[in-house]
């Protein structure tokens, strides 16, 4: 058995994102990650004691992640949703500064 948390995060673009998933039972689940659209994980990214964590997310990390338990007894999959947002909520506009001349 496993338990995730949390089960949504929703970030910007460049933010950190942590996902702690954590095995129980007898013997203990041997814990992967994966995306679920097939897509490879982001090379930044790490997992170490039950975390996954990616140091700067981006657009392309957006998506479906399961965390997989596995141990002689069975196998155990929960899921989370990670939402990247633009790092600028707007798009960026070319404004002009105009200025009239008084003769």
């Not at 950190?16 to 994980?41: D, Q, T, Y």
């Not at 990214?45 to 657009?59: L, Q, T």
Request: aromatic residues 12%; glycine residues 8%; hydrophobic residues 30%.
């Amino acid at each position: 058995m496993i338990e995730l948390t949390p089960t949504f995060k929703e970030v910007r673009e460049g933010d950190p994102v942590e996902f702690r998933c954590i095995g129980k039972g007898v013997p203990m689940p041997e814990l992967s990650w994966v995306h679920v659209n097939g897509a490879p994980l982001n090379p930044q990214s790490r997992f170490s004691n039950g975390v996954y964590y990616i140091p700067r997310a981006r657009k392309s990390d957006e998506g479906q992640y399961a965390c997989i338990g596995t141990n002689p007894v069975g196998t155990d999959t929960r899921y989370v949703q990670l939402v990247v947002k633009s790092k600028f909520p707007f798009p960026l506009e070319k404004k002009c500064v105009c200025y009239k001349m008084l003769y």
